[in-house]
């Protein structure tokens, strides 16, 4: 897979051009430049090599957010290697690592990543929620229906209507009538909207 999301280069790209996998692991760990941290993050991806998974899932959690997406990107290009870490990622206490990781494996798109992401349908963060929600739509599991209809009553808009949405991708006729129901009792105006179209 090739990764499109390049990052600008730092001054110092050609000498992190030049490390192996361990040099930049340790730059990814103890650069104070978040440009040389993603950048760092970058190359690890490009390497695919499983000992920069772990690293990788650390930097899912770097202050910086331009950090963490390239992270998260890098986890994308290793592939299916990351899934496992990923879904172990799900436990750590910082919503955003749990979030990056949720995208990665939304993104990755392996059969293996649709127990973990409906774990994280129950996540008490919202944008995980939601960042679970998407992920499965481009998996279209069946076994994520069940879960994802209880995410119809989510106390966040965003979350309803990317479940709605996932849900339409699934289709069926459980999605239909539980998408009907919820029209009846959906109070947000854009939701509605997006559950009428799904059903058409």
Known sequence: MV???????????????KLGVEGLVHTLHDSTDPKVRQYAAYLLGM????RAIQPLIEALGDFDKSVRGQAMSALVTIGKAAVEPLSSAMKEPQWETRYRAVEALGKIADEKAVQPLIQAL???????????AKGLRELGDSDAVDPMIILLKDENRYVRMMTVWSLGAIGGKKVHDALRHALKTEGDEKVKEAITQALN
């Open 3 to 17: 990764d499109e999301n390049i990052p600008e280069k730092p001054d110092s790209s050609e000498e992190l051009e």
């Open 47 to 50: 390497t695919q090599n499983p």
């Open 122 to 132: 129950k996540d008490n963060r919202d944008h995980v929620r939601y960042m679970a």
